[in-house]
């Protein structure tokens, strides 16, 4: 059973950081691609990050270029997305994804339960 | 850049059929894969079609997915509807530069 299981979200600050985590199991994680999707409150799906499998291909979203950075550990089965400079508007639910294939994202088939993060001093 | 329109809202009564159409602005709507997400309220989405037409194991066959090149939109099809079908319903696509949701069509089963 594939699961995905995010953490590391909370409250911080305008202009703060925070790392989230998701760590993967039920597949071969180095096989697929891996991609970050949010939904801020009472809002539609946004696309954040994808990372191809071999981690070699990072992929964002305009909203968030230069502000964030994906990566993924394949030892540990994970993947991150490291939010810096943070905003108001990244107020959101954060969902990890898997990818359907293996290198530029274009669509998922097993989502996690989500973490949330809010941006507000 | 493109977007893809759904409908806000639909509704229909348990057992019939519904239709919930996703409509693409600009490029063809056949030259990228399209995907449709399930989220039932205060849940995480589920994919319930990908590749246009393709259904991931334990999503049943009262769902469907097909594309219309003349109308250069996707459309999801749920028929026999339950009361647990509804949800709001995302198609998604992309292109080589980004990737797109649609605003998101609430399905009411009443």
């Known amino acids: 059973e594939v699961q995905l299981l995010e953490s590391g979200g909370g409250l911080v600050q305008p202009g703060g950081s925070l790392r989230l985590s998701c760590v993967a199991s039920g597949f071969t994680f180095s096989n697929y691609a891996m991609s970050w999707v949010r939904q801020a409150p009472g809002k539609g799906l946004e696309w954040v990050s994808g990372?191809?499998?071999?981690?070699?291909?990072?992929y964002y979203a305009d909203s968030v270029k230069g502000r964030f950075t994906i990566s993924r550990d394949h030892f540990k089965s994970t993947v991150f997305l490291q939010m810096n400079s943070l905003r108001a508007e990244d107020t959101a639910m954060y969902y990890c994804?898997?990818?359907?294939?293996?290198?530029?994202?274009?669509?998922?088939?097993?989502w996690g339960q989500g973490t949330r993060v809010a941006v507000s001093s | 850049n493109f977007m893809l329109t759904q409908p806000p809202s639909v509704s229909e009564s348990p057992g019939k059929t519904v239709t919930i159409s996703c409509t693409r602005s600009s490029g063809s709507i056949a030259s990228t894969y399209v995907q449709w997400y399930q989220q039932r309220p205060g849940s995480a989405p589920t994919t319930v079609i990908y590749q246009d037409k393709q259904r991931p194991s334990g999503v049943p066959d009262r769902f469907s997915g097909s594309i219309d090149s003349s109308s250069n939109s996707a459309s999801l099809t749920i028929s026999g509807l339950k009361t647990e079908d509804e949800a709001d319903y995302y198609c998604?696509?992309?292109?080589?530069?980004?990737?797109?949701f649609g605003g998101g069509t609430k399905l009411t089963v009443l």
């Open positions: 994804a898997k990818e359907i294939g293996s290198g530029s994202p274009w669509g998922r088939d097993y």
């Open positions: 998604q696509s992309y292109d080589s530069s980004s990737q797109v």
């Open positions: 990372i191809s499998r071999s981690g070699t291909g990072t």
